[in-house]
């Protein structure tokens, strides 16, 4: 019986398709979910599955064609109930081939695991051990190496330096997690290292101190080979995704036929994972056996292209080619550092994302930098620099609690607000290499003598790149000052995911009409940048407010915050 297989609906508002290649011809035998052509609508590559099973008569299109929704694409000679023996045993092959590896499935609890308390055995004196690279941070994959602290022969302790690195937030020194003698030392200066990537190979010299690095690779080995038909029963037996159009039929199966040759390995539920993101299953990478790709391979892939994404200029924006500069005169090129390519890219991102918006308001502190200048000797004496930013981070964290809505993070895929319960503020601080923003821990529970000890730490740790990953992590709310090297104001960019940040431009004195005459007082210009999302133009006036009249009467902080 012949029976026509026309392309079927495709999603909304889609009515047509380029041809982009035909993956069957006259003569074929096809099944069931075997792709046929592979097309390209305006919003992704998609490889369109037959519905039917059969020998193909006859194709009625070829690459280059625009199909419409409804057209007929091939001809087939459905294979009917009367088909010959061998014929009706070929067909059942697949029920066959889904039950054999049953038996390894349910053999899923493998000895290894039974062994698994063996695994707290001290190492044996001379053992080889393998040190990695540990995880470095949220989002972070891997780092340059500036400087190897270590070579073949020395004896390391546990905690000891073994390398320097720089992610693009900061530099790091990597401590070992083993003791013993470096016998060969596999990475150097100026390449670049990912997490999980072995380091060095240590021989064992003190097996108890060990024990827990021992416990460390046994967790980080490769679990043993998967059989290629485990991986075909767990496919089988996965459930079927929901939310597709009846007019195609997808099935979990992963028992169909190669659609040809040199095709990308994968599972039908893989294939219509990539085709519901619209990706190019072709260009994954797979990771299974054979290079077989997964769903978390496909995952995988769209992360990466979100993230190149995000460092465009602007959404659906590309970057214009830049000019032969070099025609106009002598040119010198240099490469970014890691930390202003990054900080580069997440401005982009948070411009891109954040509808800003930016209040500006001035605050007498006249009165305060008398006070300032009177406390300034007994803080220095500690160790710090009581600083027009120091009191800000104590009044800031004050204002955060009266203005809960400053202290959040917005997740517009869940549509929730996260209002955030501690009080960790950013300081912005101009280095040679880029921009870095450490952050202050618990502001609210620290004295300004404390904040103001710590941000001069903080701030020269950053200068220096000494400051570690954890202390760039977890603000709720920035801090820029400019004011050491002037302006009258300025308009800051949010440093996603906070909602707010505080600039602060160069104090000056200025004439004010008090009681009937004007005096001189100096006077700190404030602009508040926030995301319109979440905080809305009366809310962010009457934060800046509130900032402005602690700073001029202190005891407002006492009373309020």
Same mark, same amino acid.
């Given at each position: 019986?012949?029976?026509?297989?026309?392309?079927?609906?495709?999603?909304?508002?889609?009515?047509?398709?380029?041809?982009?290649?035909?993956?069957? =011809?006259?003569?074929?035998?096809?099944? %069931?979910?075997?792709?046929?052509?592979?097309?390209?609508? $305006?919003?992704?590559?998609?490889?369109?599955?037959?519905?039917?099973?059969?020998?193909?008569? /006859?194709?009625?299109?070829?690459?280059?064609?625009?199909?419409?929704?409804?057209?007929?694409?091939?001809?087939?000679?459905?294979?009917?109930?009367?088909?010959?023996?061998?014929?009706?045993?070929?067909?059942?092959?697949?029920?066959?081939?889904?039950?054999?590896?049953?038996?390894?499935?349910?053999?899923?609890?493998?000895?290894?695991?039974?062994?698994?308390?063996?695994?707290?055995?001290?190492?044996?004196?001379?053992?080889?051990?393998?040190?990695?690279?540990?995880?470095?941070?949220?989002?972070?994959?891997?780092?340059?190496?500036?400087?190897?602290?270590?070579?073949?022969?020395?004896?390391?302790? &546990?905690?000891?330096?073994?390398?320097?690195?720089?992610?693009?937030?900061?530099?790091?020194?990597?401590?070992?997690?083993?003791?013993? =003698?470096?016998?060969?030392?596999? #990475?150097?200066?100026?390449?670049?290292? %990912?997490?999980?990537?072995?380091?060095?190979?240590?021989?064992?010299?003190? /097996?108890?101190?060990?024990? /827990?690095?021992?416990?460390?690779?046994?967790?980080?080995?490769?679990?043993?080979?998967?059989?290629?038909?485990? @991986?075909?029963?767990?496919?089988?037996?996965?459930?079927?995704?929901?939310?597709?159009?009846?007019?195609?039929?997808?099935?979990?199966?992963?028992?169909?036929?190669?659609?040809?040759?040199?095709?990308?390995?994968?599972?039908?539920?893989?294939?219509?994972?990539?085709?519901?993101?619209?990706? $190019?299953?072709?260009?994954?990478?797979?990771?299974?056996?054979?290079?077989?790709?997964?769903?978390?391979?496909? =995952?995988? +892939?769209?992360?990466?292209?979100?993230?190149?994404?995000?460092?465009?200029?602007?959404?659906?924006?590309?970057?214009?080619?830049?000019?032969?500069?070099?025609? +106009?005169?002598?040119?010198?090129?240099?490469?970014?550092?890691?930390?202003?390519?990054?900080?580069?890219?997440?401005?982009?991102?948070?411009?891109?994302?954040?509808?800003?918006?930016?209040?500006? $308001?001035?605050?007498? #502190?006249?009165?305060?930098? =008398?006070?300032?200048?009177?406390?300034?000797?007994?803080?220095?004496?500690?160790?710090?620099?009581?600083?027009?930013?120091?009191?800000?981070?104590?009044?800031?964290?004050?204002?955060?609690?009266?203005?809960?809505?400053?202290?959040?993070?917005?997740?517009?895929?869940?549509?929730? @607000?996260?209002?955030?319960?501690?009080?960790?503020?950013?300081?912005?601080?101009?280095?040679?290499?880029?921009?870095?923003?450490?952050?202050?821990?618990?502001?609210?529970?620290?004295?300004?003598?404390?904040?103001?000890?710590?941000?001069?730490?903080?701030?020269?740790?950053?200068?220096?790149?000494?400051?570690?990953?954890?202390?760039?992590?977890?603000?709720?709310?920035?801090?820029?000052?400019?004011?050491?090297?002037?302006?009258?104001?300025?308009?800051? #960019?949010?440093?996603?995911?906070?909602?707010?940040?505080?600039?602060?431009?160069? /104090?000056?004195?200025?004439?004010?009409?008090? $009681?009937? &005459?004007?005096?001189?007082?100096?006077?700190?210009?404030?602009?508040?940048?926030?995301?319109?999302?979440?905080?809305?133009?009366?809310?962010?006036?009457?934060?800046?407010?509130?900032?402005?009249?602690?700073?001029?009467?202190? #005891?407002?902080?006492?009373?309020?915050?």
């Amino acid at each position: 019986m012949s029976t026509e297989f026309k392309l079927p609906e495709l999603g909304e508002n889609i009515e047509a398709a380029d041809v982009l290649n035909v993956l069957i =011809k006259a003569g074929d035998k096809v099944e %069931k979910d075997q792709g046929v052509i592979e097309i390209e609508t $305006d919003k992704a590559t998609i490889e369109v599955p037959s519905t039917i099973s059969g020998v193909v008569q /006859s194709v009625l299109i070829k690459p280059g064609d625009k199909v419409k929704i409804g057209q007929t694409i091939m001809i087939v000679d459905e294979l009917g109930q009367s088909a010959v023996a061998g014929t009706v045993a070929e067909a059942a092959q697949p029920e066959k081939k889904v039950e054999e590896p049953k038996p390894a499935v349910k053999q899923e609890p493998v000895p290894e695991k039974k062994a698994e308390p063996t695994v707290t055995a001290a190492p044996k004196v001379g053992a080889k051990l393998e040190m990695k690279l540990p995880e470095l941070g949220e989002n972070i994959d891997s780092a340059d190496v500036l400087t190897v602290l270590v070579k073949v022969g020395d004896v390391i302790e &546990k905690d000891q330096g073994i390398l320097e690195i720089e992610t693009d937030k900061a530099t790091i020194e990597v401590p070992s997690t083993l003791s013993g =003698k470096v016998i060969e030392v596999l #990475i150097k200066a100026g390449e670049k290292a %990912k997490v999980g990537q072995t380091l060095i190979k240590v021989a064992v010299e003190d /097996s108890v101190t060990n024990i /827990s690095a021992v416990q460390a690779v046994k967790e980080d080995a490769k679990p043993a080979p998967v059989k290629e038909a485990d @991986v075909k029963t767990a496919a089988v037996e996965r459930p079927e995704a929901k939310g597709e159009r009846e007019s195609i039929n997808f099935s979990e199966r992963d028992s169909q036929p190669p659609i040809q040759k040199g095709a990308a390995p994968a599972a039908p539920s893989v294939r219509r994972l990539a085709r519901e993101l619209g990706v $190019d299953i072709n260009k994954v990478n797979g990771s299974g056996p054979a290079n077989r790709i997964t769903m978390d391979d496909v =995952k995988y +892939y769209v992360k990466k292209l979100n993230e190149e994404r995000s460092s465009q200029p602007a959404a659906g924006l590309k970057q214009e080619p830049l000019p032969d500069f070099s025609k +106009y005169g002598g040119i010198e090129k240099k490469p970014m550092s890691n930390i202003r390519s990054k900080a580069a890219e997440h401005l982009t991102y948070a411009w891109s994302t954040i509808p800003h918006v930016t209040q500006h $308001d001035k605050v007498d #502190i006249t009165e305060l930098e =008398k006070l300032r200048k009177q406390l300034n000797p007994k803080i220095e004496k500690k160790g710090g620099k009581l600083t027009v930013t120091s009191i800000l981070l104590k009044v800031i964290a004050s204002a955060l609690k009266v203005f809960p809505q400053f202290n959040s993070s917005i997740d517009l895929e869940k549509k929730e @607000v996260i209002f955030k319960k501690y009080f960790n503020i950013g300081i912005a601080v101009d280095t040679e290499h880029g921009l870095i923003v450490p952050v202050i821990k618990n502001v609210d529970q620290k004295n300004i003598t404390e904040l103001s000890i710590e941000l001069n730490t903080i701030a020269e740790k950053a200068r220096i790149r000494k400051i570690s990953l954890e202390e760039l992590q977890g603000g709720c709310f920035s801090i820029t000052n400019l004011g050491g090297i002037g302006g009258t104001s300025f308009t800051p #960019i949010v440093n996603s995911p906070e909602v707010a940040i505080l600039g602060v431009s160069r /104090s000056s004195y200025e004439p004010v009409y008090i $009681d009937g &005459k004007f005096e001189p007082r100096l006077i700190l210009p404030l602009s508040l940048s926030y995301d319109h999302r979440i905080i809305n133009g009366a809310d962010a006036a009457r934060f800046l407010r509130w900032v402005c009249e602690a700073l001029e009467q202190p #005891i407002k902080i006492l009373i309020e915050g």
